[in-house]
């Protein structure tokens, strides 16, 4: 081979680099191991953490445990999906792509919507972008958040908001209900604002029951209405474009993927405008035809000038690499449960959560739940007189792993608790749930 | 016509088309002593926001996963076959990556789990997090953000961070060379900056002459690829981190290129203050037909409170993330970070250590330099650099009369069951063609490569070329009719 190439070493091809800035030793990080060696390690690692099986999972806050089927993983397994990378050579990579358009489709049906991307890293980034292409389309500057949408999205939000010079205002939400105030709404809402972000179910997992109105009051200033989704509620709850919504995004996370703990997740994207579609940032997947067949299919990316390989510094997002595995998995998850087993899962969802609610009310010292608001698969709660992070911490050592403690900024004090019960958890899991809380409190 | 391949054509209807109503794949599980002591599941829905139709597919168990895997047949893939895309670094996965982050101790992790509840996974984070500094020569890296370009964006900020911190809000501007990668100004521009283009000279190296022309007390910082696109090492980076480092920027190292550097040179040597890495090229996290990816962000010193939160932290032997730092630019994700991820890149990592990971680079050049000099030097002359080595990757022209040589090329060696390489990049090189085979190719199927193009150009030259691609499960696509998308959807 150095032959061919011209050098009489390998170091020969490195020799370009300026000496003074070659690395003259070794790295000091530890040698290689056997497959099987690092399998051990790393494993003995991981088994040291407190998870599902032997341990119980009640959080969401985002995230969420369901239970992802055999069949989806079989599918993401396949090495062909992959191995592969982004399907620049369509011809190639048909598989890829109409798995792709699939998924496009089924969220636009789950949603509401017309054109939904090929994914986004996750639902806070996705959150992010929404707000600067509101702006971008607009020309405003100024955008109104639920102050009862997730504080971390809200935070990443910030991040990608602020450079492109977007203030951001909460909106406050109603202590009783933990829906939010639509007069609050209407006091902040002006023609400067670009758009309106709130998400549904919130936080507490409370149903924004007046979504319409908000939609309407956020359009009455030409301001446009972004919702952000678990998209498991869209099975009984109301999908946002038929309340009006312009843009959604979401956690695509329990359609099929694990927690992960944190990742990979999938950022949902999607427009009810088609003329839209040309403002939104990441991958597009469109119906084409091979050119020796016009009346045939084939399928490629599409809208590609709004890309940063093509537009530069002019694209709409910086996007390249997303979370296309993830669209696959979710697109397999749903078809898979298909209409009548998705709504049977938002039946056991919703009918769990209500029965754990009801349970642990009747734990001594425990107002549940803490919002007067419907609500899908999460619910605060509170503690007449214990810390909800001394009570999280306590109930994780017994394995439970529960009741998050509502961050001080939504001002519901130090004893406020979120619980996600999904249709993973039994009524005996629900009793244990019940016991570990009796017993930390 | 070469022989040998035919990639699986499946007629595959949509699934919408496959749907037969009342079908159901997977039933979810449901507790009997719940469902029947409970109200009506919908009745908990406020009436006005019930919904009211869905319509999902419904098909049978066995039918979506025929459905997926025949979809998958006709999806080129590393494990099916050479796939040298330029700057994408297309190398082999190692299964027992696959197998380890498939644990339920991985899976089933809550990213909001006490830390007490993790230390394992967040010992091996930290882990990582060393061995990505030393790999690098950065002081401290963030593993929260997701891809190359959320690391860019990461890092751009963090330089308007700190300029803003010093009271120098007239720093509006970031120099990114013609030779970048598409990002590189995307991110810059998403941040805020205007975008300052310095050219590379004839050699395809950027001169530190031209960068100091450019940059002025306006200057934020350069974003800066190395080697570059060309697959060239820039010879003056640490000159060019001097001129702009002399004019008050801060450099920014993209790391896409880092598979050539391994054990052989350091950003953080270079002079470069702020960098990202792309897991999913250099430390074989699978690319999943697109991402999943993970981009870490890496800082110097002086940079590193600007890094975007979570950090990891260790106090009393315990692990934990930090999301308390005054001066980070912020979380761009919701959670931690893609952690499944970063556990398949500490995988690899240990399974190579110091010594494979020098290896790693000494032979993803070897290989480039090697498919390159077997090229047909007269149909493939490379524009820039003449006589210097490439390191990971080489950048070729397509020789013609007419433009269209080089999609005709990656068409072509399609058919040889092999993928195209990256066409039409960097921008600076008319018929490009970008190819980075990897040290994961054997000799063999690097000589393969490099006769499958060599006859591809015969041809061409000849006339004798002819209509490719036809054995890929579709023929050439219509793009005039992709580019003008009526719906993105199916309505049904």
């Known amino acids: ?441 | 016509m070469p022989e040998g391949f035919q990639q699986a054509k499946w007629k595959e209807p949509l699934l919408s088309e496959l749907s037969r109503a009342g079908r159901v794949g997977t039933t979810p599980p449901s507790d009997r002593a719940i469902m029947e002591g409970s109200p009506e599941p919908a009745s908990l829905v406020p009436k006005s926001m019930r919904r009211e139709a869905l319509k999902l597919p419904e098909l049978s168990e066995l039918q979506v996963l025929r459905h997926f895997n025949r979809l998958s047949q006709m999806n080129f893939s590393v494990e099916l076959g050479m796939y040298p895309l330029g700057s994408c670094t297309m190398k082999y996965n190692p299964k027992v990556s696959e197998m380890i982050a498939g644990s339920d101790s991985m899976k089933q992790a809550h990213p909001l789990q006490p830390a007490e509840t993790v230390q394992g996974l967040l010992s091996i984070l930290s882990d990582l997090e060393g061995f990505l500094s030393e790999i690098t020569g950065m002081s401290r890296f963030s593993l929260t953000t997701a891809a190359g370009a959320q690391g860019e964006f990461a890092g751009v900020l963090m330089i308007r961070k700190y300029h803003s911190a010093r009271g120098e809000h007239d720093r509006d501007e970031i120099i990114v060379p013609d030779s970048a990668h598409g990002t590189n100004p995307a991110s810059a521009a998403m941040a805020g900056f205007k975008v300052v283009k310095v050219p590379s000279d004839s050699r395809g190296q950027v001169r530190a002459q031209a960068v100091k022309e450019v940059a002025s007390d306006r200057t934020a910082g350069m974003m800066f690829t190395v080697p570059n696109t060309l697959g060239l090492f820039e010879q003056e980076a640490a000159e060019v981190s001097e001129a702009v480092h002399g004019a008050g920027g801060l450099m920014y190292y993209d790391g896409a290129n880092m598979n050539a550097l391994l054990g052989r040179a350091r950003p953080g040597d270079m002079g470069f203050d702020v960098m990202h890495l792309n897991l999913h090229k250099t430390f074989a996290t699978p690319h999943g037909g697109g991402g999943p990816g993970a981009g870490p962000v890496g800082a110097s010193e002086r940079l590193a409170k600007y890094l975007p939160v979570p950090l990891l932290s260790r106090k009393d032997g315990t692990y934990s993330l930090d999301y308390d730092l005054p001066d980070s630019i912020g979380p761009l994700k919701g959670f931690v970070g893609n952690s499944a991820v970063l556990l398949r890149a500490y995988v690899y990592i240990r399974l190579l250590g110091a010594s494979g990971l020098a290896d790693v680079s000494s032979l993803a050049v070897l290989a480039a330099n090697y498919l390159w000099k077997s090229l047909d030097q007269e149909g493939f002359p490379v524009s820039h650099g003449k006589g210097l080595h490439r390191k990971h990757e080489a950048v070729v022209s397509v020789k013609g009369e007419l433009p269209g040589n080089a999609m005709k090329v990656a068409k072509a060696i399609l058919d040889y069951g092999m993928h195209a390489p990256t066409a039409y990049f960097p921008l600076i090189v008319s018929e490009a063609l970008m190819i980075e085979p990897t040290e994961s190719e054997p000799l063999e199927v690097l000589d393969e490569y490099a006769s499958a193009m060599n006859r591809i150009y015969g041809e061409i030259k000849r006339g004798a070329l002819g209509k490719a691609p036809s054995r890929t499960s579709v023929g050439k696509i219509d793009e005039v009719k992709a580019s003008h998308p009526l719906t993105l959807r199916v309505h049904w």
Request: aromatic share 8%.
């Open chain 1, 1 to 441: 081979m150095l032959k061919r190439v011209g050098a009489a070493s390998v170091d020969e091809l490195f020799s370009d680099i300026p000496p003074e800035i070659r690395l003259k030793r070794k790295l000091r990080i530890p040698e290689g191991e056997s497959e099987y060696g690092v399998k051990r390690e790393v494993q003995a690692k991981l088994a040291t953490n407190t998870t599902p099986p032997s341990a119980l999972c009640f959080l969401g806050g985002g995230v969420w445990p369901h239970y992802v089927p055999a069949a989806v993983e079989s599918i993401t397994a396949r090495q062909e999906f992959y191995t592969s990378y982004t399907p620049y050579q369509a011809e190639m990579s048909q598989g890829m792509l109409q798995a792709l358009f699939e998924y496009q489709s089924i969220m636009c049906d789950l949603l509401g919507m017309e054109a939904c991307n090929g994914s986004l890293y996750d639902w806070a980034s996705a959150a992010g972008e929404a707000v600067r292409m509101a702006s971008r389309v607009t020309g405003r500057k100024r955008a109104l958040v639920a102050g009862n949408a997730g504080l971390r999205r809200r935070a990443v939000i910030q991040t990608y908001a602020e450079p492109a010079g977007v203030r951001l205002e909460d909106v406050k939400f109603d202590a009783d209900s933990g829906v939010l105030d639509v007069d609050d709404l209407r006091r902040k809402m002006s023609d400067d604002v670009a758009c309106l972000y709130f998400e549904n179910p919130n936080y507490f997992g409370v149903i924004e029951e007046e979504a319409e109105e908000l939609v309407s009051v956020a359009h009455g200033a030409g301001a446009m209405a972004l919702v952000g989704v678990d998209p498991i509620s869209l099975s009984l709850v109301k999908e946002p474009g038929a309340y009006g919504a312009d843009v959604v995004v979401g956690e695509g996370q329990p359609l099929g993927i694990a927690m992960n703990y944190g990742g990979p997740h999938l950022g949902i994207f999607a427009v009810k405008d088609m003329k839209l579609a040309r403002n939104m940032p990441g991958r597009l997947i469109g119906v084409t035809s091979p050119v020796d067949d016009p009346d045939g299919r084939a399928f490629s990316m599409v809208l590609q000038a709004r890309e940063q390989h093509i537009r530069r510094e002019a694209a709409t997002s910086n996007v390249c690499t997303n979370e296309s595995l993830m669209a696959v998995a979710a697109a397999s998850y749903l078809s898979l449960l298909g209409k009548e087993g998705f709504r049977r899962l938002g039946e056991a969802v919703i009918s769990n959560s209500h029965f754990a609610a009801k349970r642990l009310s009747k734990v001594r010292g425990v107002a549940s739940p803490l919002f007067s608001g419907a609500f899908f698969k999460e619910f605060a709660i509170s503690y007449r007189d214990s810390d909800a992070a001394s009570v999280f911490g306590r109930m994780a050592k017994s394995g439970v792993l529960g009741g998050f403690p509502v961050e001080k900024s939504f001002g519901l004090g130090k004893e406020a608790a979120l619980f996600c019960v999904t249709e993973v958890h039994s009524s005996a899991d629900i009793e244990r749930l019940a016991e570990a809380l009796e017993a930390a409190l």
